[in-house]
T-cell receptor, first 116, second 111 residues
Framework: EAGVVQSPRYKIIEKKQPVAFWCNPI?????LYWYLQNLGQGPELLIR????????DSQLPKDRFSAERLKGVDSTLKIQPAELGDSAVYLC??????????????FGPGTRLLVL | GQQVMQIPQYQHVQEGEDFTTYCNSS?????IQWYKQRPGGHPVFLIQ?????EVKKQKRLTFQFGEAKKNSSLHITATQTTDVGTYFC???????????FGQGTILTVHP
């Protein structure tokens, strides 16, 4: 079974430029998450999707960040314009909601963003 | 909002010594999950605990969920160099699927 795929793996941009990250979750997983991870910190949730619906985007800085999951499968996270403080690793994760309530999040390799 | 604290932040051990990391939540949890992240890697799921007082073992790893479902621990017996990495707890609250992660415990093992 293929894991969560993310691209690009690395991105270097100048501040004020736009950037986009792509995520392909594990096949059949209806829940998709975007996290931000700063060095030495745990992942922080940006947005969570149940199928194509964003059910939790309270932590997403909506003035510059946007996300979409149009067909309930792949997802894109965009930053426009990027700021120096956005330098971090952006992790995508997916999970399958089961009737038993147990749920495992599977993380992708992440996109390491450096804003100069 | 929910706060999750993990201690210690760093732990250096000699190979063969034991290691424990603790996770404490400000609120009662629905479940807690543990992840391991190798240097340069991504978090990898280890285990999920759901029941009050639950104890689970995976070879040298022992996971516990507190009776009040507000804290958890991960204990590694006789550490090996392959145990190196950062161990995160992910605390599940009332919102299904949402995890709040602790800041992690960085484990280094000296051979």
């Amino acid at each position: 079974e293929a894991g969560v795929v993310q691209s690009p793996r690395y991105k270097i941009i100048e501040k004020k430029q736009p950037v986009a990250f792509w995520c392909n979750p594990i096949s059949g997983h209806n829940t998709l998450y975007w996290y931000l991870q700063n060095l030495g910190q745990g992942p922080e949730l940006l947005i969570r999707y149940e199928n194509e619906e964003a059910v939790d985007d309270s932590q997403l800085p909506k003035d510059r960040f946007s996300a979409e999951r149009l067909k309930g499968v792949d997802s894109t996270l965009k930053i426009q314009p990027a700021e120096l403080g956005d330098s971090a690793v952006y992790l995508c994760a997916s999970s399958l909601r089961t009737s038993g309530g147990r749920e495992t999040q599977y993380f992708g390799p992440g996109t390491r963003l450096l804003v100069l | 909002g929910q706060q999750v604290m993990q201690i210690p932040q760093y732990q250096h051990v000699q190979e063969g010594e034991d290691f424990t990391t603790y996770c404490n939540s400000s609120t009662t949890l629905s479940n807690i999950q543990w992840y391991k992240q190798r240097p340069g890697g991504h978090p990898v799921f280890l285990i999920q605990l759901v029941k009050s007082g639950e104890v689970k073992k995976q070879k040298r790893l022992t996971f516990q969920f507190g009776e009040a479902k507000k804290n958890s621990s991960l204990h590694i017996t006789a550490t090996q160099t392959t145990d190196v990495g950062t161990y995160f707890c992910g605390a599940g609250g009332t919102s299904y699927g949402k995890l709040t992660f602790g800041q992690g415990t960085i484990l280094t093992v000296h051979p």
